[in-house]
């Protein structure tokens, strides 16, 4: 493992003890601990050379100047979900604090710690990021920018009438994102980085099954209308249609169920579908034929059924040429390429719309991820390092 490997594992370890919550890792948006953070990288920043600053959002920002104006930009976030690892987003900031200090020519580069991503404290997600875009300030969505949004802000010392400041420099080329996969992928292949071609577009739904709660003793099966049966073959079904479907994913994720009594026969069931695809048509075909299968199931027991439409993401590319660039310098690090899809959401799926976006994946030792087991091996931080600076003499 390289010095400057060392360093950045050791850095995302440290940047874990500041917490809401002691005991476990929990920074949301903007709250206390996040100054914490902010102290400790701008320290690194600064030593560095680094000119450092926050934007009204709240993202901490670096800017290394380079021999050109050009400016390549790696950032990811710094909050976290509660009780979670060490790495998740912050990896990401750090390597570009490192990539910083380790290149001594080529671009100018800025670093970025976004203040959200994962939607946690007001459940809106990529504030951070959406600053960058100018969709904050640009239209100023009063959903996004909510009165308790905006006095977080001021609570911690920012102005929101200065977010169309925040947007990215016109100077910005390219946007750079590592990020560990969050997955089993990359492990099972027995590869350390993957290259992202896309982020899936998600289809997220609620679904209610309405039956008749009755005595459960006294009911015989072939009077019954159990909404929960009804349920769960539909679950079997989503199971099935998502098995068929390559790269296809769905997730029955919570269930409610009413009354919710040993003796009583389920008369309601309230369930969540999430289906996510690289492919938007794909998607939204199959998640079709998820309700027609649910349609006729209730139908065929007697069950009233009804859906209601909760986000529908589409999916996003990332940039064809950065993406040749990131697969050769990867290859000339000496490391085996892989393309894939995120199934996750991601920053990079905010801002690539705006400007040229790449992501480079690192392997998830288990795929464990949004937990305290979360970890990174050290020689795939070093290949991450040794391709991220090629990358930066290539844009």
């Known amino acids: 493992m390289s010095e400057l490997a060392h360093k950045a ?66 950032a990811s976030h710094l909050d976290t979900v509660p009780n979670a690892g060490a790495f998740d987003g912050i990896l990401g900031v750090v390597l570009g604090i490192a990539l910083a200090e380790a290149s001594s020519h080529g671009p100018t580069i800025e670093v970025i710690g976004f203040s959200e991503e994962e939607g946690i404290r007001f459940g809106i997600p990529c504030i951070g990021s959406r600053a960058l875009a100018g969709t904050l300030a640009g239209t100023l969505d009063e959903t996004i920018l909510t009165a308790p949004v905006l006095e977080a802000m001021e609570n911690f010392g920012l102005d929101p009438a200065r977010l169309p400041d925040a947007r990215l420099s016109p100077e910005t080329v390219a946007y750079l994102e590592f990020h560990i996969e969050q997955g089993p992928m990359l492990e099972s292949l027995g590869l350390p980085l993957g290259i992202v071609d896309a982020i899936a577009g998600q289809s997220r739904l609620a679904l209610t099954f309405r039956g008749h709660a009755n005595h459960a003793g006294t009911t015989p099966m072939s009077l019954r209308k159990d ?35 040993t003796n009583v026969i389920p008369g309601l069931v309230r369930v969540s579908l999430d289906v996510r695809h690289s492919c938007d048509e794909t998607r939204h075909s199959r998640a079709a034929e998820m309700l027609t299968a649910a349609e006729q199931i209730c139908e065929r027991r007697g069950i009233a059924f009804d859906r209601e439409h909760r986000l529908d993401q589409p999916a996003v590319a990332l940039d064809a040429k950065l993406r040749d660039t990131l697969a050769r310098c990867v290859r000339q690090a000496g490391y085996p390429v892989h393309h894939m899809t995120s199934g996750a959401g991601h920053d990079a799926m905010i801002l690539a719309p705006h400007v040229p976006s790449a992501m480079l994946f690192l392997r998830s030792p288990g795929g464990i991820s949004h937990h305290p087991d979360e970890s990174v091996i050290p020689a795939d931080v070093d290949a991450a390092i040794e391709t991220g600076l090629r990358f930066i003499q290539s844009v």
């Open 227 to 261: 909404s929960l049966a009804a349920a769960s073959e539909w679950i079997y079904q989503v199971e099935q249609l998502a098995i068929r479907e390559p790269g296809l994913v769905a997730t029955v994720g919570s269930i409610a169920v009413e009354p919710n009594a």
């Open 9 to 74: 594992i050791q850095v995302c370890r440290d940047l874990a003890l500041f917490s809401e919550e002691p005991g476990r890792t929990t920074r949301t948006f903007l709250s206390p601990p996040m100054h914490d953070v902010h102290r400790m990288l701008s320290k690194w920043m600064r030593r560095i050379g680094m000119d450092v600053s926050a934007d009204a959002a709240g993202n901490l920002r670096g800017v290394r100047k380079g021999s050109t104006t050009r400016r390549l930009v790696i």
